[in-house]
């Protein structure tokens, strides 16, 4: 077990510093029954309860869900569910798009009100991850961190942000629904360079999963899930191969970042995504579109309204449609 705590570190603490005077200076009004918005945290800290609402034909374009309280108000996944650092415990809320073994490639939409998930959209028809043999489509819970961004106007290590959510692998043995909140302890970090944009993968677990106790870092990983970061590179590495394009890259000679790194790019996001909502970022000629800042619980944010215009559809779900057959067949890269 590694015993590098990320407290003490001085970045991280000014990390602290930042969260807790931006976040006060936000007035973040939250949705779980945790209203503090101080650093230190009790023991356990749930997420706030979200009820995900599906509206028309799963794995269609007309498929989206939404995030809402229980009295049915909506909410942004992106912007309305808190992030709720805790860098004392390495804990953060994090939002399942997929789910592991499977292949629909949900995710926030950075442009719709509310943010729903739905299913990204390539040469009009939805997509669908192939898969690397000997995997089933995405080989953990994938998802983001809401309340975070990765900027695209700004330069990290060269590189530019993606202009989404930070990713997460959840990588306990649940396997999670689309539209889930979970509080996460975040392990590590691997940065993915994706059609030239820099765009990490953060790694963490379920706090209720019976991992949970006994990882505390990266290398805690390894130690107890042998294979499962190399495993995590290599996919991450090919998965574009099946449709005709170039492996990905890695920035950091392709190594993982430890828990406290990691930590500090959540952070780091986190502050990205504050200047994001506050109105602070404006577009580039190279960054003509940014993700919509409306949301219900930024209040004094240019974005704040009182709740989103989109009415859902309360009749009964409609029967998935199929998922197509190329969703079976195993592709092999040496
Ligand atoms: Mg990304």
Known sequence: MSQAGPRGNHSVTKAITRLSLTNNHLHLSRTSSSSSTSIASPP???????????????????????????????????????????????????????????????????????????QDVKSDAVRFVKNLFPYHGYIHNYGAFPQTWEDPTQEHAGLYGDNDPLDVCEIGSDILHTGDVRRVKILGALALIDDGELDWKVVVVDVRDPLASSVNDIDDVETLCPGLLSATRQWFKDYKLADGKAANRFAFEAKYKSAREALQV?????????????????????????????????????????????????????????????????????
């Open 266 to 334: 959540v952070a780091d996001c986190h502050q990205s995504w504050q200047r994001l909502i506050s109105g602070q970022v404006g577009t580039t000629e190279k960054v003509q579109s940014l993700p919509a800042i409306a949301n219900t619980t930024i209040k004094g944010s240019p974005g704040h309204l009182s709740e989103f215009d989109t009415k859902l559809d309360d009749s009964p779900p409609q029967p998935d449609a199929e998922v197509p057959q190329i969703t079976n067949k195993n592709y092999y890269f040496k």
């Open 44 to 118: 356990l800290r749930l997420p706030p309860s979200v009820i995900a609402k599906s509206q028309g034909i799963k794995y269609t374009t007309t498929y989206a869900n939404y995030a809402t309280t229980t009295d049915g108000k909506l909410l942004s996944y992106f912007h309305d569910i808190p992030l709720d650092l805790d860098l004392g415990t390495q804990e953060a809320n994090f939002v399942c798009e997929i789910p592991r073994w499977s292949n629909a490639k949900f995710e926030i939409s950075p442009h719709l009100p509310a943010n729903p998930i739905v």
